[in-house]
């Protein structure tokens, strides 16, 4: 799942450590989700919309789904 979480972090200025702490999660979190490594909980993909004044569609973005086989 493709995020703009890197720019909306940048434009607020924030660390990636200072998001982490604002959400509850380690900087490691972080750095995974905004790589595409990690997709994060649903609770936790709406505590981030929230923080940034957002809905959850604009800052993720499921991409195509994946063929099977």
Same mark, same amino acid.
């Given at each position: 799942?493709? #995020?703009?979480?890197?720019?909306?972090?940048?434009?607020?200025?924030?660390?990636?450590?200072?998001? %982490?702490?604002?959400? %509850?999660?380690?900087?490691?979190?972080?750095?995974?989700?905004? #790589?595409?490594?990690?997709?994060?909980?649903?609770?936790?993909?709406?505590?981030?919309?929230?923080?940034?004044?957002?809905?959850? &569609?604009?800052?993720?973005?499921?991409? &195509?789904?994946?063929?099977? %086989?």
């Amino acid at each position: 799942m493709r #995020n703009d979480i890197k720019a909306r972090r940048a434009e607020c200025r924030w660390s990636q450590a200072e998001l %982490g702490k604002a959400l %509850g999660v380690s900087r490691q979190t972080v750095i995974a989700i905004e #790589n595409d490594k990690y997709d994060p909980s649903l609770p936790l993909a709406f505590a981030i919309a929230r923080l940034f004044e957002a809905r959850i &569609e604009d800052v993720f973005d499921p991409g &195509e789904p994946e063929a099977d %086989g």
